[in-house]
């Protein structure tokens, strides 16, 4: 089986990414990854829920949004991951990772999940 099968067959095992809000995975990502790496003092399996959550919403916004919200979602969830550690130093460490999460999460909800969670109004 090569990479590309492989990958497949790891999506097909998902539940469709239209019915996980990115915005939850997002910010589960950043506060999981800090969190993780804090408790554990391993700064790696910090990484590996940052990156895990942010291939998971990707698929998301990919899905839903295609390439072009997708790179954009992409460049925020990382510059966030980056703008949380200096920030940390003028208001802490958990305030800088909340407020962090908080923006990636609204803007992936504002882009994303409020197309596929959109309330139906019936008349």
């Known amino acids: ?3 590309k099968q492989t990958l497949h067959a790891v999506d097909q095992q998902l539940p469709s990414p239209v019915q996980l809000p990115s915005a939850a995975v997002v910010a589960g990502g950043l506060t999981g990854g800090y ?4 408790w554990t003092r391993v700064r790696a399996l910090g990484g590996v829920v940052l990156l895990a959550n942010g291939v998971l919403a990707g698929r ?3 899905t839903s949004a295609g390439p072009a919200t997708t790179a954009g979602l992409s460049v925020l969830y990382l510059a966030g991951f ?3 550690h200096p ?3 003028k208001i802490g460490a958990w305030p800088s ?3 962090v999460a908080a ?3 609204a803007a992936s909800w504002f882009l994303v999940d409020r197309h596929n ?3 139906t109004v019936k008349h």
């Open 35 to 38: 969190a993780v790496a804090r």
């Open 117 to 119: 969670f959109a309330r």
């Open 87 to 89: 920030l940390a130093k």
């Open 82 to 84: 980056g703008v949380s």
């Open 103 to 105: 923006g990636n999460a």
């Open 1 to 3: 089986m090569n990479l």
């Open 97 to 99: 990772v909340f407020g």
């Open 60 to 62: 998301t916004w990919y």
